[in-house]
């Protein structure tokens, strides 16, 4: 009987030691797993709607150009001054409804490869021929003259030139151009109005 004891007693402690041995310490960590998928990309947004166009500046000012055609000239009576006298004269209108009232008109033909100041009038020496290319203006309009004459006396008047006409006109406020005048700008070249109107803005 006492051998029976003493041999559970050394079962006992044998499995104690084994069981205790067991519970050693952690192990290192082990390798990291292989990396997983990539997530999907997300959507592009919608592109933004484009912002209006902005105004232009300077209101107050418009430059236009104008080509005439030999057949878009048209007769028409020109009045007098002063004596009520009536003549004729070639004549091509343009509608622009920036012209009103409170507006002042500056006008150039082109002659070659520069602009001349209106009116021109062109008188030959030798015979006296002439020619003359005016202009006028009135709320809502702006119209071009046109005649020539081969000799002083007697000559044969026409009413429109022998070639295509192109014309550039400015259309500023009346106090704009009195500006101009009081600052001595030369109204007769359109490069001087041109300068002036660029450096300053109303």
């Known amino acids: 009987m006492s051998k029976f004891y003493r041999v559970l007693s050394v079962v006992s402690l044998t499995l104690s030691v084994a069981l205790w041995s067991c519970r050693g310490d952690q192990g290192p960590q082990g390798p990291a797993g292989p990396q997983g998928p990539a997530g999907t990309n997300g959507t592009n947004g919608t592109n933004g709607t484009n912002g209006t166009n ?3 500046g300077n209101a107050n ?9 030999v057949a878009d000239w048209k007769t028409v009576d020109a ?28 006008a150039f033909v082109k002659v070659g490869t520069q602009f001349v100041a209106l009116p021109r009038v062109i008188i030959k020496e030798t015979d006296g ?6 202009f006028g203006y009135e709320t809502g ?28 006109y400015v259309t500023v406020e009346k106090t704009v151009g009195q500006a101009m005048q009081n600052e001595g700008v ?12 660029q450096e300053h803005k109303y």
């Open 54 to 56: 902005g105004k232009d």
């Open 79 to 106: 009045a007098g001054i002063g004596t009520g006298a009536t003549g004729k004269t070639g004549a091509y209108s343009v509608t622009d409804a920036n012209v009103k009232a409170t507006m002042f008109v500056i």
């Open 129 to 134: 021929a002439t020619e003359q290319v005016n």
């Open 141 to 168: 309009k702006v119209t071009f003259y046109y005649s020539s004459q081969t000799a002083a006396i007697g000559g044969i008047k026409t009413y429109a030139p022998q070639t295509d006409l192109t014309f550039s």
């Open 61 to 69: 000012v418009k430059g236009t150009e104008v080509t005439v055609k």
């Open 186 to 197: 030369n109204l007769r070249s359109r490069d001087a109005v041109m300068t002036y109107l």
